[in-house]
């Protein structure tokens, strides 16, 4: 029996849920990683030009609607039933699965997932898979592990394409070769795709060609599909894919088995609340009205389509975010990464500085709330700083999580993670210590003089000694003011023109 079928008081699911596992932390913390993004300037021409074309087509197809936030709100609604009610649902979900013929799965993390799915791939015969786009495999390290077990899993979404050929990895959740132009395409492409004509340019329908001849050989000969899901309905136990390119449709209907990976989060309660997302989803992801495809399928039907279907359920450290009451908002997700697009941090920096397959925003929410913080050290600790609180976030999401408020509150459990003082904890008590007297804050107002012989005539502060570094390695500070408040009031009275009128000063 999985975690997520466990009691507990509050939710029904356990509060001390595994940790989640596989690719949701990075090697390094976000500062350093992002300093290194920072200096590419074509990674930086290439998520500018993408971002800001998609953040113009999402405001026109978005200022079409009148009801945009009569639907936003509605999105919010299903998603917080949906938490209400999580262990309910999954288990109508199975038991609407089972009687259409389909088989359930329940993971733990990350290796239990991969383990189910190898098992069920080699129970087949078959050596290799084809696949359409899928969070939750990227997030396990599906593709590796089936590599370790000699089963090869080729990606047909095309951005996913690149990235794999490419020996790469994604950068959005959407578009996860946002941060390649197609004069790189091509290089890839003439590098590893077999069979590729040599006069290949870097046209886009060109490339879409190639990549299309290479793929088709897989849709035509593969046994074995996995796939995602972006919505599961619990009523009827069907499963959708929205994509783009149709690539997805010939992995759901072509093989013989089906199987697919899926975070426990991402049911509705009913059929007809497919209707809201299928609004929001499109217009906030691609800047469509509708998905060119939106594939649906429940269980199996004799003689049309994969005559086996397999639905592993992964929890992977969801339990834990949905015991938490203020923090299980951030399961709301349905990954359409509008907050990506107009993040000024991720344009700047990419999605590979986060680490975590959840890049933007979002990432620096989610990921830190699966894996929790394990300290100081911990890269994900860094994450929730991995913004300005500028709040564009809140107000592009479709199901309007209020992940300003999730970031605060992740910045603190990352300061609670410390086990000793950091170097902002004596600061801070220094600071404290100077203001709580005035003597002691007058002694300190006259340091200042020496920052204005730091700051020197370019009138900012680059680079200071440990731990000051800390903040001068990202960002220059201001040179101090050549008068302070306290010593402009004793000499002016707190009137601008240092004279006093009896009146009580200015109105």
């Not at 992940?403 to 509150?409: E, F, G, H, K, M």
């Amino acid at each position: 029996m999985p975690a997520v079928r466990d009691d507990s008081r509050d939710t029904g699911l356990p509060t001390h849920s595994p940790a989640g596992q596989g690719n949701l932390r990075g090697a390094t913390s976000f500062p350093k990683a992002a300093q290194a993004k920072l200096a590419d300037t074509q990674l930086r021409r290439n998520l500018g030009k993408a971002t800001g074309i998609i953040r113009g087509k999402r405001a026109g197809v978005v200022g079409e609607l009148d009801d945009w936030e009569e639907l936003r709100l509605a999105g919010s609604a299903i998603k917080a039933d949906v938490m209400a009610r999580l262990p309910e649902l999954l288990e109508q979900l199975e038991a609407n699965v089972t009687a259409r013929g389909g088989h359930v799965h329940w993971a733990r993390d990350a290796d239990e997932a991969n383990r189910i799915v190898a098992d069920l791939v080699r129970a087949t015969g078959a050596d290799e898979v084809v696949k359409v786009k899928s969070m939750a495999t990227q997030e396990t390290g599906l593709n590796e592990a089936l590599a370790e077990q000699g089963i090869a899993a080729w990606e047909t979404d095309l951005a996913e394409l690149i990235v794999q050929l490419g020996h790469d990895a994604p950068s959005h959740i959407l578009v996860p070769a946002i941060h390649r132009n197609r004069s790189e395409i091509r290089e890839i492409f003439l590098r590893e795709m077999p069979n590729v004509d040599p006069a290949l340019s870097d046209e886009p329908r060109e490339l879409a060609m190639a990549a299309r001849a290479h793929l088709r050989r897989k849709f035509l000969t593969a046994k074995v599909a996995v796939s995602g899901a972006n919505f599961a309905v619990a009523d009827t136990g069907t499963l959708s894919v929205v994509e783009s390119e149709g690539n997805g449709r010939m992995c759901l209907t072509l093989p013989d088995t089906l199987i697919t990976l899926m975070g426990v989060e991402k049911l509705v309660p009913t059929f007809s609340d497919l209707e809201v997302f299928l609004q929001l989803l499109p217009r906030s992801s691609t800047g469509e009205r509708m998905n060119p495809y939106t594939s649906t399928w429940t269980g199996v039907t004799p003689g049309d389509g994969p005559q086996e279907f397999h639905l592993v359920l992964l929890d992977n450290g969801r339990s834990a975010v949905l015991a938490d009451e203020d923090g299980r908002s951030a399961l709301h997700c349905i990954r359409c990464s509008a907050c990506l697009n107009v993040c000024p941090v991720y344009e700047r920096v990419g999605g590979h500085a986060y680490g975590s397959v959840y890049p933007g925003p979002i990432g620096a929410v989610l990921s830190p709330m699966l894996t929790g913080i394990s300290g100081p050290d911990d890269p994900n600790a860094s994450l929730p700083y991995a913004s300005s609180l500028c709040g564009a976030c809140f107000d592009a999401c479709p199901v309007r999580i209020d992940i300003p408020n999730l970031l605060v509150q992740q910045r603190a459990a990352s300061v609670e993670s410390h086990p000793r003082p950091t170097a902002q904890d004596l600061a801070l008590k220094a600071a404290a210590v100077a203001m709580s007297s005035p003597g002691r804050f007058t002694a300190a107002e006259k340091g200042l003089a020496l920052g204005r012989l730091v700051a020197g005539r370019k009138g900012r502060i680059s680079s200071l000694p440990w731990p000051m570094s800390h903040w001068t390695d990202s960002r220059d500070v201001p040179a101090p003011p050549a008068e302070t408040a306290r010593q402009w009031w004793a000499r002016t009275g707190g009137h601008e023109d240092g004279n006093d009128d009896g009146q009580g000063g200015r109105s």
